[in-house]
């Protein structure tokens, strides 16, 4: 089956900096998702991208599909501690795999 | 917003038991239910995918007659552990999708432990 591969495990970041989380699919996906687990919490659902080359934005987080629609990347802009947590991609939805998180912490 | 209810939220058992958790969708229609095992500060790894009224789909390596699911009904599905060992114990968490709409909206989990 498809596997969707994630980078890096761990990012540990300065509260105002910047974060980035990357997918890779060894295939090209339909669409792919992003989902968000607090620390003893589930995933929640964020946003799902399927055109080539998309890009979204939900305030401070963009998120770019790739032309190829085989990477995706999250993007952070000044982070906050509210934004801790996993951070997951996944996808296609008919044939859901999760990538393995990355896991953000966040310094005030 | 979609909520997804998991119930029990933590069970611990004997070795040998059965257990049984659902995973209800309170205000929509869940067409599609996943069930996912997790392992502590790991990813979701999903076993099976149920749609109501018909047999779940496995992933492989999963074993079915381990772990019976259930999908009667449009809010409802059921994942029973059988005979329940030590090697099961994990964090189960389910997640249903609304037709039409791609999105999971997850359950709260339910921590096992088999003693």
């Known amino acids: 089956g498809q596997q969707v591969m994630q980078i890096p495990q761990y990012q540990h970041v300065q509260e105002g900096e910047d974060f980035t989380t990357y997918c890779n699919s060894s295939t090209t996906l339909s669409n792919i998702q992003w989902y968000k687990q607090r620390p003893g919490g589930h995933p929640v659902f964020l946003i799902q991208l399927v055109k080539s080359g998309e890009v979204k934005k939900q305030k401070r987080l963009t998120f770019q599909f790739g032309e190829a629609k085989k990477n995706s990347s999250l993007h952070i802009t000044a982070t906050q501690t509210t934004d801790v947590g996993t951070y997951f991609c996944a996808g296609p939805h008919n044939d859901m795999r999760f990538g393995a998180g990355t896991r953000l912490t966040v310094k005030p | 917003g979609a909520v997804v209810s998991q119930h029990p939220s933590w069970v611990i058992c004997k070795s040998g038991t059965s257990v049984k958790i659902e995973c209800r969708s309170l205000?929509?229609?869940?067409?599609?239910m996943f069930w996912y095992r997790q392992f502590p500060k790991q990813s979701l790894m999903l076993m099976a995918t149920?749609?109501?009224?018909?047999?779940?789909?496995?992933e492989q390596g999963v074993e079915k007659d381990k772990f019976l699911i259930n999908h009667a009904s449009l809010t409802l599905s059921t994942l029973t552990v059988t005979s329940a060992h030590p090697e099961d114990s994990s964090f189960y968490i389910c997640s249903a999708v609304q037709g039409g709409v791609y999105a999971q909206y997850f359950g709260a989990g339910t921590r096992l432990s088999v003693l």
């Open positions: 149920s749609n109501e009224g018909s047999k779940a789909t496995y």
């Open positions: 205000d929509f229609q869940a067409t599609t």
